[in-house]
């Protein structure tokens, strides 16, 4: 069975600073990896995705996230926060059938 | 591409009412997914279709919860009798391929659901 945790429900950055939300993941096969961004009070829609070509994966806003084997991880990182980046982020795996997996979320704050 | 349309957007309800959400995925998709939000649980698969057929429905939570896909451009998420627990908001999402490579989901902009 496929699982995710989201490390931080809250995370705070400064307006230009790093960016860096934390996923790992647990997986019996070899998966699929899913970025998610939930603006308030609308539905989620997809950052970014890994599907087993290159570990670094670049997407929409400046995010990117690198799937590393060893560490079972997926992190998503942007290098210069800007305002409109504060939202819900999800990080999702699959076992490539067509189920997603969500992690519980991590709230992103941009501060001034 | 007018994205996966849901409806209504929110919905308030006393216990005890019958409450159904409708949802129109995008056309040519042949995957639906019908998701539940609350802050203490987070996102949770409820159900999802395949061609208009059920695939897993492991996540409905109990009998009062059913859905159906009649065609391929409608479903519909019913709660019968509701309760407060009920509470959350619903989305639902399409896909347009079936275990393949792009098996990205598109999000509707989901129903908040107030049982009182």
């Known amino acids: 069975a496929q699982s995710v945790t989201q490390l931080g429900s809250h995370v705070s950055v400064s307006e230009g600073a790093l960016v860096l939300l934390r996923c790992n993941y647990s997986?019996?096969?070899?998966?699929?990896l899913f970025w998610y961004v939930q603006y308030p009070n609308q539905g989620l829609q997809l950052l970014l995705k890994?599907?087993?070509?290159?570990?670094l994966v670049k997407g929409i806003n400046g995010f990117e996230a690198e799937f590393k084997k060893s560490e079972t991880s997926f992190h998503l990182t942007k290098p210069s926060a800007h305002m409109s980046d504060a939202a819900e982020y999800f990080c999702?795996?699959?076992?490539?059938?067509?189920?997603?997996?969500f992690g519980k979320g991590t709230k992103l704050t941009v501060n001034p | 591409d007018a994205g996966v349309i849901q409806s209504p957007r929110h919905e308030v309800t006393e216990m005890g009412q019958e409450v159904t959400l409708r949802c129109k995925p995008i056309?040519?998709?042949?995957?639906l997914f019908w998701y539940r939000q609350t802050m203490m649980r987070g996102l949770e698969l409820l159900i999802y279709?395949?061609?208009?057929?059920?695939?897993?429905d492991s996540g409905m939570p109990e009998d009062r919860f059913s859905a159906k896909m009649p065609n391929a451009s409608f479903s519909t998420l019913k709660i019968q009798p509701s309760e407060p627990r009920d509470s959350a908001v619903y989305f639902c999402?399409?896909?347009?391929?079936?275990?393949?490579?792009?098996?990205?989901?598109?999000f509707g902009p989901g129903t908040r659901l107030t049982v009182l």
């Open positions: 999402a399409s896909s347009p391929r079936w275990a393949g490579d792009n098996n990205e989901q598109f």
């Open positions: 997986s019996s096969v070899p998966p699929y």
């Open positions: 890994y599907t087993s070509a290159a570990t």
């Open positions: 999702a795996v699959s076992d490539r059938s067509e189920k997603l997996v």
């Open positions: 056309s040519g998709h042949n995957s």
């Open positions: 279709f395949n061609n208009n057929v059920p695939i897993d």
